[in-house]
């Protein structure tokens, strides 16, 4: 299943955008730079989600060689990156969220990982546009009890012992660089996640158990704009409901065995607890959880036909550890 090399034929910029038009007059022409620096042909596609604002007038204003890929509905974050990634005319594509700017080495380090075979993707180290601080490092595996946690950076202390990348348990869909081939062969984003949270996470947990390999580079930066959007009490409340409900396929997904037999046994009565101490959103989580086992089983069985096809593949807790035994140098978590 990747046993070859795919040539880098060039690369495709594919920019998930959803009323984003106040962000791509910072952010395009970071893009652009960034591009240029390539000794490679490149192309820019914006999959615009059914944007009500000027988006679209924007960008065939002001960047005519710009493809767009219209969604004639509001369809969500997995649904809008798979429509622009198949759209790509190039063999490997950054997905990068319109609120992230490139700053103009940002490929300099990354086209090395993919002389190996096996890596599905890279990421980038990701800070603010107004500060240094770091929002995403590479992403380290934990759990409680046998709930994966969906959070959780690590970087070496020593930035030399970086320079030849870091294991990452996920590709943060801010940022990364995958094979296109590869997305596609795997699925793609699946679209149970919609319309957003943790498909960048499973998607990445899918590539590692089929046997590829997710790298970090820190040297490769790009800036994230800390959002500063006021949601009101019902809103936050929706949006913790899909959060919950995300987490949850997650688990159903990739646990396997006693491990899923535990996780049940574990989550269900906490949630409960949860939902009557008054976190309602977790009885909207559950509600929508339960009612979709056909998608979850239907994703089970996508998944292990590749994992038949596939020369190596790997249980959850095998790629976790795979990542911590690849720690060998004094790290700072956080």
Same mark, same amino acid.
């Given at each position: 299943?990747?046993?070859?090399?795919?040539?880098?034929?060039?690369?495709?910029?594919?920019?998930?955008?959803?009323?984003?038009?106040?962000?791509?007059?910072?952010?395009?022409?970071?893009?652009?730079?960034?591009?240029?620096?390539?000794?490679?042909?490149?192309? *820019?596609?914006?999959?615009? %989600?059914?944007?009500?604002?000027?988006?679209?007038? +924007?960008?065939?204003? !002001?960047?005519?060689? $710009? =493809?767009?890929?219209?969604?004639?509905?509001?369809?969500?974050?997995?649904?809008?990156?798979?429509?622009?990634?198949?759209?790509?005319?190039?063999?490997?594509?950054?997905?990068?969220?319109?609120?992230?700017?490139?700053?103009?080495?940002?490929?300099?380090?990354?086209?090395?990982?993919?002389?190996?075979?096996?890596?599905?993707?890279?990421?980038?180290? *990701?800070?603010?546009?107004? %500060?240094?601080?770091?929002?995403?490092?590479?992403? +380290?595996?934990?759990? !409680?009890?046998?709930? $994966? =946690?969906?959070?959780?950076?690590?970087?070496?202390?020593?930035?030399?012992?970086?320079?030849?990348?870091?294991?990452?348990?996920?590709?943060?869909?801010?940022?990364?660089?995958?094979?296109?081939?590869?997305?596609?062969?795997?699925?793609?984003?699946?679209?149970?996640?919609?319309?957003?949270?943790?498909?960048?996470?499973?998607?990445?947990?899918?590539?590692?158990?089929?046997?590829?390999?997710?790298?970090?580079?820190?040297?490769?930066?790009?800036?994230?704009?800390?959002?500063?959007? $006021? =949601?009101?009490?019902?809103?936050?409340?929706?949006?913790?409901?899909?959060?919950?409900?995300?987490?949850?396929?997650?688990?159903?997904?990739?646990?396997?065995?006693?491990?899923?037999?535990?996780?049940?046994?574990?989550?269900?009565?906490?949630?409960?607890?949860?939902?009557?101490?008054?976190?309602?959103?977790?009885?909207?989580?559950?509600?929508?959880?339960?009612?979709?086992?056909?998608?979850?089983?239907?994703?089970?069985?996508?998944?292990?036909?590749?994992?038949?096809?596939?020369?190596?593949?790997?249980?959850?807790?095998?790629?976790?550890?795979?990542?911590?035994?690849?720690?060998?140098?004094?790290?700072?978590?956080?």
């Amino acid at each position: 299943m990747h046993n070859a090399v795919t040539t880098i034929t060039g690369i495709s910029v594919v920019i998930p955008n959803y009323n984003g038009v106040g962000l791509f007059q910072h952010t395009l022409p970071t893009v652009v730079k960034a591009l240029a620096s390539l000794n490679l042909p490149s192309e *820019i596609i914006v999959a615009d %989600d059914c944007s009500t604002d000027a988006s679209i007038e +924007y960008l065939r204003t !002001h960047y005519a060689f $710009i =493809k767009i890929i219209e969604q004639k509905i509001n369809s969500g974050f997995s649904i809008t990156s798979n429509a622009g990634i198949k759209a790509a005319a190039y063999s490997h594509v950054l997905l990068l969220n319109s609120d992230v700017k490139l700053t103009p080495g940002y490929f300099t380090d990354q086209l090395k990982y993919f002389a190996t075979p096996t890596t599905f993707g890279v990421m980038g180290r *990701i800070e603010g546009w107004e %500060d240094t601080i770091i929002q995403d490092g590479a992403k +380290y595996p934990s759990f !409680h009890g046998v709930k $994966i =946690k969906t959070t959780g950076n690590y970087l070496l202390k020593d930035k030399e012992q970086m320079k030849d990348g870091l294991y990452t348990m996920y590709l943060s869909g801010a940022n990364m660089l995958v094979d296109k081939e590869k997305f596609l062969a795997i699925g793609g984003f699946n679209e149970l996640f919609t319309p957003f949270y943790a498909e960048d996470y499973e998607l990445s947990i899918r590539a590692w158990r089929l046997g590829y390999t997710c790298y970090f580079s820190y040297n490769s930066l790009c800036q994230h704009q800390t959002s500063s959007t $006021i =949601k009101t009490h019902r809103q936050k409340n929706k949006v913790k409901a899909i959060y919950y409900r995300n987490k949850f396929y997650v688990h159903a997904l990739h646990l396997q065995g006693f491990k899923k037999i535990l996780w049940y046994m574990q989550w269900l009565p906490e949630t409960v607890l949860q939902i009557i101490i008054g976190r309602w959103y977790l009885w909207q989580s559950l509600k929508m959880f339960l009612a979709n086992h056909s998608g979850i089983k239907k994703s089970i069985v996508a998944f292990n036909k590749l994992a038949l096809q596939s020369a190596a593949h790997y249980n959850l807790q095998q790629v976790a550890q795979r990542i911590k035994d690849s720690i060998q140098h004094p790290a700072t978590y956080f």
